[in-house]
Structures are given as C-alpha cells and as structure tokens.
C-alpha cells in the first residue's frame, strides 16, 4: 500500500530520532530495505545469544544456578521487546509525514521487531540453521501477508506499519517452533 501524504522537512531533534530508529540505519539502502531490516533483527537476536551465554557463563562461575540467569535475561528481553514496539509504531507514525508515505519501504523497524518476534519462538541458541529458517519464515509470511495479516497494514499511523510485521512474526514464529520441535522428536 503506497499513499503520499504531506512530506514535511525534519524538524528538531524528536524528528531526527523518531527517523533514526524507523529506519534503523538500513531503510535508505537500496531494492530490498525490508530484507536489511530484518537482517538487523538477526544481529540483535545473536546478541541476545551472546549476552545469554555470557551471563550464563560469569553466573556459573559465581555459583549462581544458569537457568535462573536464561531466566532472567528471557524476561529482560520480552520488556525489551515490548519496549522496542511501543517505540517503533512511535517514531514510525512520526516518521510519516517525514517520508512521504502512509507506509514508507524506508520504515524497516518493524520488520526488525518481527525478525525478534519469530526468533524468540525457538529456544536461544538453537543453532545457525534454525535463525536461517527462521529469517527465510519471517520474509515469506511479511512478503505474502496472509489473513490477517494484509489487512492490519491498513491501521492507522504507527500500528499499521509495524501489526502487519508482528503478526507475520508470530505466524513465522509459530512455524519455526513446529519445525524446532519435530527435529528434537527425530
């Protein structure tokens, strides 16, 4: 769904930062900014891996028990989480009139909250091959956009921008858990 809409030049600070994270650094580069968006989701899901074994690793060797440790970092990555997608479909609605466009292909955050959504369905770590699946899932279900999924980039603002990706993440989430738990079962 392509729209113009008034585009207006940044104007302050609020502008340049609501820019900033829409586009996450990759949404100007060109043919596939979607595609770098959730490359960025990737990058920050094998951050969280790395934080996870870190901590896991300095909790062990502070006697401390390291599944309480996962435990923790998985709580502090759902507020992240939570966090990251108030803030997107934030600056994403503020970034509208910024770039023209009801539903810019600059705007790349939600593909990176979908990217994180989809991974954060298999357990951490679970190896290369499973973030592979899990980033080819995530495009096909927000390039095909099933039910209902086409149908919530109509929403106003901000959250029409990012539901369509969090959907299409849980939908390429829920895919990737069947195909995680099937290969633990063979």
Do not use: H
């Not at 074994?53 to 759902?78: D, E, H, K, M, P």
């Not at 770039?99 to 939600?110: I, K, M, W």
């Amino acid at each position: 769904m392509k729209s113009p809409v008034d585009r207006r030049k940044p104007n302050g600070v609020g502008d340049l930062i609501a820019l900033g994270i829409t586009t996450c650094g990759v949404g100007y580069l060109p043919l596939m900014p979607g595609t770098f968006g959730s490359m960025v989701g990737v990058v920050i899901y094998l951050g969280i891996v790395w934080v996870d074994g870190v901590a896991g690793l300095s909790a062990l060797t502070a006697g401390f028990n390291g599944n309480q440790v996962s435990a923790v970092v998985w709580a502090a990555n759902s507020l992240l989480l939570a966090l990251l997608i108030l803030i997107g479909i934030w600056a994403s609605g503020r970034a509208i009139p910024l770039l023209g466009d009801l539903d810019p292909s600059e705007a790349v955050v939600d593909e990176v909250m979908g990217q994180i959504i989809t991974l954060l369905f298999v357990p951490l770590g679970v190896g290369l091959p499973f973030v592979l699946a899990g980033f080819l899932l995530f495009r096909l279900f927000d390039i095909w956009k099933p039910y209902p999924i086409d149908s919530l980039q109509y929403l106003p603002v901000g959250v029409g921008i990012c539901a369509d990706d969090i959907v299409a993440g849980v939908y390429a989430g829920l895919c990737l858990a069947l195909g995680y738990a099937v290969f633990v079962l063979i």
